[in-house]
T-cell receptor, first 109, second 112 residues
Framework: EDQVTQSPEALRLQEGESSSLNCSYT??????LFWYRQDPGKGPEFLFTLYSAGEEKEKERLKATLTKKESFLHITAPKPEDSATYLCAVSDSWGKLQFGAGTQVVVTP | NAGVTQTPKFQVLKTGQSMTLQCAQD?????MYWYRQDPGMGLRLIYY???????DKGEVPNGYNVSRLNKREFSLRLESAAPSQTSVYFC???????????FGPGTRLTVL
């Protein structure tokens, strides 16, 4: 059975304090791994797609990496506006997404 | 280009009442999805439509029905609402080349 586990559940950072979020997965026939950002009361906002082990993608202070069993979302020198819940998802051989429960990140000034 | 739109934004129902959640996308995507999001459980797929004229059950379909009205619109119906259906509902559509899903703003539903 496909499974996506995110850790930690919650993360509190000081502004400028870099950290990483983890997404471990088991899926048959991985087609892609997705990262989304979700602000309170809003729908998930697409950040990255990773397709193969070793792939990396960057956007501003965020960098996503992928191995055969897990993905990391690195937040470098975070700012308060990076506070959000970050969701990880994998697409199966049918193209459907399986989501993790998310990591809630709070960045304090 | 509005992306994915959903109506209503908020709704309160009494147990046993029915309602339809509306979703529309203007990105010319073939696939559309309905999810529910509950605290600590992540997004769970209710129903999806891979193309106009087709619908399939997801992980948690019981108590729901869907209609793919045309390529743009995908509605979710609760025939007899139950308190267990209190949740936030999200519609999404996807680019079939990349599987990337784009989400609407959500409908917050409370069933009393």
């Amino acid at each position: 059975e496909d499974q996506v586990t995110q850790s930690p559940e919650a993360l509190r950072l000081q502004e400028g304090e870099s950290s990483s979020l983890n997404c471990s997965y088991t899926v048959s026939g991985l087609r892609g791994l997705f990262w989304y950002r979700q602000d309170p009361g809003k729908g998930p906002e697409f950040l990255f797609t990773l397709y193969s082990a070793g792939e990396e993608k960057e956007k501003e202070r965020l960098k996503a990496t992928l191995t055969k069993k897990e993905s990391f979302l690195h937040i470098t020198a975070p700012k308060p506006e990076d506070s959000a819940t970050y969701l990880c998802a994998v697409s199966d051989s049918w193209g459907k997404l399986q989501f993790g429960a998310g990591t809630q990140v709070v960045v304090t000034p | 280009n509005a992306g994915v739109t959903q109506t209503p934004k908020f709704q309160v129902l009494k147990t046993g009442q029915s309602m339809t959640l509306q979703c529309a996308q203007d990105m010319n995507h073939n696939s559309m999805y309905w999810y529910r999001q509950d605290p600590g459980m992540g997004l769970r797929l209710i129903y999806y439509s891979a193309s106009e004229g087709t619908t399939d059950k997801g992980e948690v379909p019981n108590g729901y029905n869907v209609s793919r009205l045309n390529k743009r619109e995908f509605s979710l119906r609760l025939e007899s609402a139950a308190p267990s259906q209190t949740s936030v509902y999200f519609c999404a559509s996807s680019d079939s080349n990349t599987d990337t899903q784009y989400f609407g703003p959500g409908t917050r539903l409370t069933v009393l």
